[in-house]
């Protein structure tokens, strides 16, 4: 007999092995999860194209939770006294520990290959918002010295 499984998505223990993926309820447990996550991750891919740059507060500390790899992961990016909006959560998307844990995500959860795509996001993509935020830094410590 199969080992029981517990599964992170039905929080369930099942006794037949891997088959329940495939059974109506974790499929639809399934997506549920995937569409909370996803306004957080389109968000971010929203901030490559344009890095946002604030003044840190303590609510940047904010984490949210990677389905793929079923770990915590901070949302926003912060460097001394400024926060990247969405920097950590993109760093996190962009890495090839991330890359891996959703491929076998998928695969050991049947879900939908079209998704999968919306929750990686590539390296270049990531070097892109790093460009783009390392000008902001810059352009803020010029200012800053110009006001002093
Ligand atoms: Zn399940
Ligand atoms: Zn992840």
């Known amino acids: 007999m199969a080992p029981a499984q517990r599964c992170p998505l039905c929080r369930q223990t099942f006794f037949c092995g891997r088959g329940h993926v495939y059974s109506r309820k974790h499929q639809r447990q399934l997506k549920e999860a995937l569409e909370r996550l996803l306004p957080q991750v389109e968000a971010a891919r929203k901030a490559i194209r344009a890095a946002q740059v604030e003044r840190y507060v303590p609510e940047h500390e904010r984490c949210c939770w990677c389905l793929c790899c079923g770990c915590e992961v901070r949302e926003h990016l912060s460097h001394g ?4 909006l969405y920097g950590g959560l ?3 998307l962009a890495s090839p520990e991330h890359k891996k844990a959703t491929n076998k995500f998928w695969w050991e959860n049947k879900a939908e290959i079209q ?4 929750f990686l996001v590539t390296p270049q993509d ?3 918002l790093c460009g783009s935020s ?6 803020l410590q010029i200012s800053k010295n110009f006001f002093k």
Do not use: A, G, I, P
Not at 115 to 118: G, I
Not at 134 to 139: P, Q
């Open 134 to 139: 390392v000008s902001f830094f810059k352009l």
């Open 126 to 128: 990531y070097v892109r």
């Open 81 to 84: 006294n400024l926060t990247v």
């Open 90 to 92: 993109l760093e996190h």
């Open 115 to 118: 998704m999968k795509e919306k």
